[in-house]
């Protein structure tokens, strides 16, 4: 490959790709600029009161963007069939990780719940697992009537392990997530009905169990029915979200503007960095991000309707539900439509994991879009050099 390949801006191949694959790498590198203006602002205060400087947070994010970058354009330059060959190594070691993130003194216990690795690079294994849940969810239900019971049964084994590992970090909202990503490409796999309903009943009885167990969980979902019942304990975080986006109005206070992030509304930077963006942006901003949102998962659709590879086509799927609607899940906690829950908002908030998974994601979707589109010219060429 390339060296001058891994930077995208000196990627001169670009010129060559299907437009929808080219629309999709612009929209990529738009949604990602957008984050990182939106990163700073909301980070600024919070940076410069814990570490005497406002850019401690930008400056490291910068530098996952740096490698997050590099695995982007490794991606959509390498055959989907050598990425797909090697996902399962990926989704064994993240799961490994996963559990061992539970064993005391090895995971970091931040507000209840060990996600992170101890060490200089703090690994979050349920964050990384994503794009390649979508790769080997795609596999196994891509040729899912090619395969034996034993391989059936191993592979979704694994992804209940996967469930389950993430659930007893704890982990509601990813364990939601993945669980939903895994189900929608079963789905669009044609699936029988009667396999989905079971699983789909089994998921919901799984979260109903643990918010029932976890005392914290069952009151985050109470004050999400009525934060104002408790507006200074559980509904707080609901309540300073619903005050900054209310703040916004139309227009928004404008850019760096925001009151709420100044030590008013909690994890601003992360869980809650949708508020800050629609408190300083307004509604026609966030009617913009929707629409960004909107074109994101319509390219997508796209570009699984154009491929022929049943697998390649699935991947095209898991990914945009993946992208999509964690952002609408994301978006949802923080203006009160859904349970509050701990969701970064892909390319916004503040994390390497979340920035790895995500622009690894959006290069398998652009992979994608660049073989559907070889798959056809390449055949045409060839039928030329015969005629000549």
């Not at 796999?189 to 167990?213: D, E, M, N, Q």
């Amino acid at each position: 490959m390339n060296l001058r390949r891994l930077i995208p801006l000196f990627d001169n191949s670009v010129s060559e790709w299907a437009l929808e694959a080219r629309l999709l790498r612009w929209l990529t590198l738009v949604w990602l600029f957008i984050g990182l203006i939106m990163l700073f602002s909301a980070s600024y205060p919070v940076a410069d009161v814990n570490h005497d400087d406002g850019l401690y947070y930008f400056k490291r994010q910068l530098l996952w963007v740096l490698v997050a970058l590099i695995l982007f354009n490794i991606i959509v330059n390498l055959p989907l069939h050598r990425i797909l060959g090697v996902s399962h190594w990926f989704v064994f070691l993240l799961l490994v990780l996963i559990f061992v993130t539970m064993i005391p003194g090895v995971g970091k216990n931040e507000l209840g719940a060990a996600r992170r690795l101890v060490g200089p690079i703090p690994l979050q294994p349920s964050e990384l697992i994503k794009p390649f849940l979508v790769l080997q969810s795609a596999r196994l239900f891509g040729q899912w009537d090619k395969l034996s019971w034993s391989i059936r049964f191993a592979w979704l084994g694994v992804f209940g392990l996967v469930i389950l590992g993430i659930l007893a970090q704890p982990n509601l909202s990813t364990t939601a997530l993945c669980g939903m990503t895994i189900w929608l490409i079963a789905l669009a796999a044609g699936l029988p009905y009667k396999y989905l309903g079971g699983t789909a009943v089994g998921g919901v009885l799984l979260a109903l169990l643990s918010i029932s167990i976890k005392e914290y969980q069952r009151k985050r979902v109470m004050s999400f029915l009525n934060p104002w019942a408790d507006p200074t304990g559980d509904g707080y975080q609901l309540v300073q979200s619903l005050l900054a986006i209310g703040s916004g109005r139309t227009w928004g206070a404008g850019f760096g503007l925001s009151q709420q992030k100044q030590f008013y509304l909690p994890i601003q930077d992360t869980d809650f960095i949708f508020a800050v963006f629609a408190e300083e942006f307004g509604f026609v901003g966030s009617m913009v991000l929707l629409l960004m949102l909107a074109i994101f998962a319509t390219l997508g659709l796209i570009v699984a309707l154009k491929t022929t590879h049943p697998i390649h086509r699935l991947v095209a799927i898991g990914v945009t539900i993946l992208m999509v609607g964690q952002s609408l899940l994301h978006i949802g906690v923080a203006t009160g439509a859904l349970p509050t829950t701990g969701l970064p908002l892909p390319m916004f908030s503040y994390g390497g994991n979340s920035m790895i998974a995500s622009l690894i994601a959006a290069g398998l979707l652009i992979r994608v879009a660049r073989e559907s589109s070889e798959a056809e010219v390449i055949p045409l060429q060839r039928r030329r050099g015969n005629r000549l």
